[in-house]
Nanobody, 121 residues
């Protein structure tokens, strides 16, 4: 499966962005999908994940209550709605697909190319 992440950009603190992860090759509903992010000089970290059914959702504590992950099977796309953005959310955001929902990036087989999110103070 190929993943294409988009929707990043420059936003002021407190603003919102919606990231999209479009899948091709196989239905994204076949996989759990996670969002990860990597800031300059830091390791890639877990942000949010959703089960193949869309029922189970996990969030990193740092984004809980501000970010929402969802999926649209008809569009073969997973979304990350990001509200109340903070400068510390600045990073390249990646989507990834794996067999089961996990916070561990090693559990994901397929990765998108990343989209830059920059939050100004």
């Amino acid at each position: 499966v190929q993943l294409q992440a988009c929707g990043g950009g420059l936003v002021q603190a407190g603003g919102s962005l919606r990231l999209s992860c479009a899948a091709s090759g196989r239905p994204v509903s076949s996989y759990a999908v996670g969002w990860f992010r990597q800031a300059p000089g830091k390791e890639r970290e877990f942000v949010a994940a959703i089960t193949w059914s869309g029922v189970g959702k996990y969030y990193a504590d740092s984004v809980k209550g501000r970010f929402t992950i969802s999926r649209d099977g008809a569009k073969n796309t997973v979304y990350l709605q990001m509200n109340g953005l903070k400068p510390e959310d600045t990073a390249v955001y990646y989507c990834a697909a794996g067999a089961g929902i996990s916070k561990n990036l090693r559990d994901y087989y397929y990765w998108g190319q990343g989209t830059q999110v920059t939050v100004s103070s």
